[in-house]
Nanobody, 124 residues
Framework: VQLQASGGGSVQAGGSLRLSCAAS????????VGWFRQVTGKEREFVAA???????YYADSKKGRFTISRDNAKNTIYLQMNSLKPEDTAVYYC???????????????????WGQGTQVTVSS
């Protein structure tokens, strides 16, 4: 599967952005999909994941502000980000894998397929 992330940009604190992750492949609905973000010089950080069933999981600091969703008919995963803060500034990556296990879904090593990343910049 190939992933294409888009939707990043520059916003002021308190603003919103919706990221998209478009995937190729007819079996994408079988994949667990996660969003990660990375700041230069730091490790890639888990943001959210959505399961095959549609169940969603979030890093604690993102709960209530970020929403992950999937449209299997369009082979697309979305990350709606509201109430953005300057500390949300990062490159955001979508990742997918059919074999992610629940206990390891926050680890970037669990995902073998990655999009190219999209920059999100939040100014104060």
């Amino acid at each position: 599967v190939q992933l294409q992330a888009s939707g990043g940009g520059s916003v002021q604190a308190g603003g919103s952005l919706r990221l998209s992750c478009a995937a190729s492949g007819r079996t994408f609905s079988r994949y667990v999909v996660g969003w990660f973000r990375q700041v230069t010089g730091k490790e890639r950080e888990f943001v959210a994941a959505i399961w095959r069933s549609g169940a969603t999981y979030y890093a604690d600091s993102k709960k209530g502000r970020f929403t992950i969703s999937r449209d299997n008919a369009k082979n697309t995963i979305y990350l709606q980000m509201n109430s953005l803060k300057p500390e949300d500034t990062a490159v955001y990556y979508c990742a997918a894998d059919p074999s992610v296990i629940m206990s390891a879904m926050t680890s970037s090593h669990s995902y073998n397929y990655w999009g190219q990343g999209t920059q999100v910049t939040v100014s104060s």
